[in-house]
């Protein structure tokens, strides 16, 4: 709860991300996949054909799989991707100093967004600002948080407005960050090329934001640019991310590739494949790559596991010598300057009010 000036009402600020287990065990894996995968925004197909998904498919497999994956990442303080939230907290807090409060919360596990509105009952005024930590907008991530934040607020904080940061995939402050970590990792490496591997999605998540129905992945290079089509489409604004790291970060176009992971089923997902990649590149004589995740603003399962653990051993099984990952984010410097700049300034980006 708040420390200090308990009767003064602050401006409060809650910092985002999507969840961890709270352990790398296969029951707490089990737990988090399933409070995961049963959201409709996730998985959304009908109540009952995603509970068989889920209860038939997936849960009697895969908890054990993942918990696997999570204890190769694991670390004395916990999941990377909750200390490093919990270290940006610190840090923004600091900088934005005792006239703010500013939370963590996950989408899934702990800590809960529910916590971190209980910790805001009676302590601010009118407006809580949110900040989902996923630069490009998608249904499945930011939409999810922002009416799962909206349903909570309406029992707990009836009476205060909730602001969202909808995206920052263009913010320059988030691309300089970017740019700065791929600048500083590669100093010393001297690469042939590099993969700009965002998450995947199912395309029919994409179709969906695509008011016209006559543009998303229909139209030939449809993401090569951001118009009034395709403003909330994930995969142009990962597209645009890419550029936008690129020219910051001084990469000739001719040295990069935008590609997406984390692909799960059969059903379609969208295209180029990181891990297709990871094979076809050494034949084509291109022996080191850096691999950058602009979807992550910090470093976890997807990250560290997928790419930096399986994808390097890939690469170099099939010809490659070496697989640099560059560092997300995390809690740097310019990082936390930006998320600062974020909370206190509003050009840029793209904001949201609730309706609650």
Same mark, same amino acid.
């Given at each position: 709860?708040?420390?200090?000036?308990?009767?003064?009402?602050?401006?409060?600020?809650?910092?985002?991300?999507l969840?961890?287990?709270?352990?790398?065990?296969?029951?707490?894996?089990? &737990?988090?996949?399933k409070?995961?995968?049963?959201?409709?925004?996730?998985?959304?197909?009908?109540?009952?054909?995603?509970w068989?998904?889920?209860?038939?498919?997936?849960?009697?497999?895969?908890?054990?799989?993942?918990? =696997?994956?999570?204890?190769?990442?694991?670390?004395?303080?916990? #999941?990377?991707?909750?200390f490093?939230?919990?270290?940006?907290?610190?840090?923004?807090?600091?900088?934005?100093?005792d006239?703010?409060?500013?939370?963590?919360a996950?989408?899934?596990?702990?800590?809960s967004?529910?916590?971190?509105?209980?910790?805001?009952?009676g302590?601010i005024?009118?407006?809580?600002?949110?900040?989902?930590l996923?630069?490009?907008?998608?249904? =499945?991530?930011?939409e999810?948080?922002?009416?799962?934040?909206?349903?909570? =607020?309406? &029992?707990?904080l009836p009476?205060?407005?909730?602001?969202?940061?909808?995206?920052?995939?263009?913010?320059?402050?988030?691309? &300089?960050?970017?740019?700065?970590?791929?600048?500083?990792?590669?100093?010393?490496?001297?690469?042939?090329?590099?993969?700009?591997?965002?998450?995947?999605l199912p395309?029919?998540?994409?179709?969906?934001?695509d008011?016209?129905?006559?543009h998303?992945?229909?139209?030939?290079?449809?993401?090569?640019?951001?118009t009034?089509?395709?403003l909330?489409?994930y995969? =142009?604004?990962?597209?645009?991310?890419?550029?936008?790291?690129?020219?910051?970060?001084?990469?000739?176009?001719?040295?990069?590739?935008?590609?997406?992971?984390?692909?799960?089923?059969?059903?379609?997902?969208?295209?180029?494949?990181?891990?297709?990649?990871?094979?076809?590149?050494? &034949?084509?004589?291109?022996?080191?790559?850096?691999?950058?995740?602009?979807?992550f603003?910090?470093?976890?399962l997807?990250?560290?596991?997928?790419?930096?653990?399986?994808?390097?051993?890939?690469?170099?099984?099939?010809?490659?010598?070496?697989?640099?990952?560059?560092?997300?984010l995390?809690?740097s410097?310019?990082?936390?300057d930006?998320?600062?700049?974020?909370?206190q300034? #509003?050009?840029?980006v793209?904001?949201?009010?609730?309706?609650?």
């Open positions: 709860m708040f420390s200090k000036n308990d009767g003064i009402k602050r401006k409060g600020v809650v910092l985002l991300n969840g961890t287990p709270d352990s790398p065990e296969s029951d707490e894996v089990r &737990k988090y996949l409070n995961f995968l049963m959201d409709p925004f996730v998985l959304d197909v009908p109540f009952l054909v995603r068989c998904i889920v209860h038939g498919a997936i849960l009697p497999t895969r908890p054990s799989l993942a918990a =696997a994956a999570y204890q190769k990442i694991w670390t004395d303080r916990g #999941s990377p991707l909750l490093h939230l919990e270290d940006l907290v610190d840090n923004v807090q600091k900088k934005l100093g006239g703010w409060r500013v939370e963590p996950m989408r899934y596990g702990s800590p967004i529910e916590r971190a509105m209980q910790v805001f009952r302590k005024q009118e407006e809580l600002l949110i900040i989902p996923y630069p490009q907008y998608s249904l =499945a991530a930011t999810s948080s922002i009416q799962e934040c909206s349903r909570l =607020a309406k &029992k707990i009476e205060t407005r909730l602001k969202f940061v909808e995206s920052f995939f263009n913010f320059d402050l988030f691309i &300089k960050a970017f740019a700065v970590n791929i600048q500083e990792t590669l100093k010393d490496f001297s690469y042939d090329h590099i993969l700009f591997s965002f998450h995947g395309e029919r998540q994409i179709r969906k934001v008011h016209t129905r006559s998303c992945l229909i139209e030939k290079d449809c993401c090569q640019s951001m009034t089509q395709n909330l489409c995969r =142009a604004q990962c597209f645009t991310t890419a550029r936008l790291i690129a020219e910051k970060a001084g990469i000739a176009r001719g040295k990069y590739t935008i590609c997406f992971q984390s692909r799960l089923g059969r059903t379609p997902w969208i295209q180029p494949f990181t891990d297709h990649y990871y094979r076809q590149l050494p &034949k084509q004589g291109v022996k080191k790559i850096a691999v950058v995740c602009p979807a603003v910090a470093d976890c997807e990250t560290l596991e997928e790419v930096q653990i399986r994808g390097r051993e890939e690469f170099i099984h099939n010809g490659g010598i070496d697989l640099k990952l560059v560092p997300s995390n809690a410097e310019v990082w936390v930006a998320v600062v700049h974020l909370v300034h #509003s050009e840029g793209s904001f949201r009010q609730s309706q609650h």
